[in-house]
């Protein structure tokens, strides 16, 4: 099942445009390949171009890079640090989407789940403090049954 997405290509090429950047075909087929991933999956810059070579499309593992950063900073997508050393990504969905994480450190299983009251105590707290929620995300990092079932 694929998330419903308000970015678009053409609302993603309209930003780089105000911005004097272009929307290049390696920007939209990195926008769509995240607009199509199954809910609750992320990727990183490594996995994502794995992924666009087995769908024969060359795109550098450098431009992958760039434009996922640059999107983590436009917005779009949401930077994740997770169990492994290096940071995925997912599409930053607007309100009411927020989820969180739950990550196993033995195995980098990952699920999210979403909690109400977990948003409602960040704007409370933000709000205190003057500030605009932009996003909230929970990290519970722990050991799964599967991982402490294990030996390492």
């Known amino acids: 099942m694929t998330t419903e997405s308000v970015y678009t290509a053409e609302a993603l090429k309209a930003e780089l445009n105000s911005k004097g950047w272009r929307m ?21 810059a490594e996995d994502l171009h794995h992924r666009l070579q087995q769908e024969n499309e060359n795109i550098s593992l450098s431009t992958i ?6 999107m983590a900073r436009m917005g779009i997508l ?16 607007p309100r009411p989407y927020h989820h969180h994480h739950l990550i196993c450190v033995r195995t980098n299983k990952v699920i999210e789940f979403k909690n109400d009251q977990i948003l ?19 990290r519970i990092v722990g050991i799964s049954p599967e991982g402490q079932r294990s030996v390492f």
């Open 120 to 138: 409602t105590i960040s704007q409370k707290v933000a709000d205190k403090y003057g500030f605009q929620v932009l996003d909230c995300e929970l």
């Open 78 to 93: 949401r930077e994740l640090e997770l169990a492994e050393d290096h940071k995925h990504y997912e599409l930053n969905q």
């Open 65 to 70: 890079y760039r434009t996922v950063k640059m």
């Open 24 to 44: 290049t075909p390696q920007r939209e087929k990195i926008l769509r390949t995240f607009q199509n991933l199954p809910e609750g999956e992320h990727l990183s």
